[in-house]
């Protein structure tokens, strides 16, 4: 497994794991973004708006990696592209399960003022690249609710297949929720 702390550069973004000191500035977006992520995602832990959580958190996150757990990763805008401290966006490949499945999860979220940009879908790509050739998976499940269409487009365009539906998938903004379930294959695995 790589060492953290890890950077992904793209055209138009660094995807990268940000140290505890950078707590706030993960805590900004969470605030700025609330209403906008909080629909799609399950409910926030006790403290989550806290920058003593996100000290907490990120710390930890750098021990997921090294421990082949999850690699979770932030998107920060280049400075070319306008406001270089902010976090724009999250992207996490977590629950990695090695043996016969070789496989991770993935999930995504990105700030309401960056959408329609095609940010999240280069972020994505370059996530995509880094979990192939190092993480070595051979596969990635990224599971969404049906009525999040936007989620469903951006993971066809990026090649990933409807395996199914699942009733009740996942406890969200406060009910059971069904989820459409995808995946994509290592081509060169």
Not at 105 to 119: D, H, N, S, V, Y
Not at 120 to 130: D, G, Q, R, S, V
Request: proline letters at 6%; a negative charge; aromatic letters at 8%.
């Amino acid at each position: 497994m790589p060492t953290p702390p890890v950077e992904i550069p793209t055209r138009r973004l660094v995807l990268c794991q940000p140290d505890e000191d950078e707590a706030h500035l993960v805590l900004d977006y969470y605030r700025r973004n609330q209403g906008h992520l909080e629909p799609w995602e399950p409910a926030r832990p006790q403290g989550f708006y806290t920058e003593s959580f996100w000290r907490e958190r990120l710390k930890r996150n750098h021990g997921d990696l090294a421990n082949d757990r999850a690699a979770r990763f932030f998107l920060r805008l280049k400075d070319d592209e306008g406001e270089p401290d902010d976090v724009v966006g999250s992207c996490n490949l977590t629950e990695i399960v090695r043996g016969p499945f070789q496989c991770a999860t993935l999930g995504f979220g990105l700030c309401q003022r960056q959408e329609g940009k095609g940010l999240m879908h280069e972020a994505l790509e370059a996530a995509i690249a880094w979990a192939w050739e190092t993480l070595a998976v051979h596969r990635i499940q990224a599971n969404h609710q049906p009525q999040n269409e936007r989620s469903g487009r951006l993971l066809a365009r990026l090649g990933f297949v409807v395996e199914g539906r699942a009733k009740d998938y996942l406890h969200i903004d406060g009910r059971w929720r069904d989820h459409v379930l995808t995946s994509k294959t290592n081509p060169s695995w």
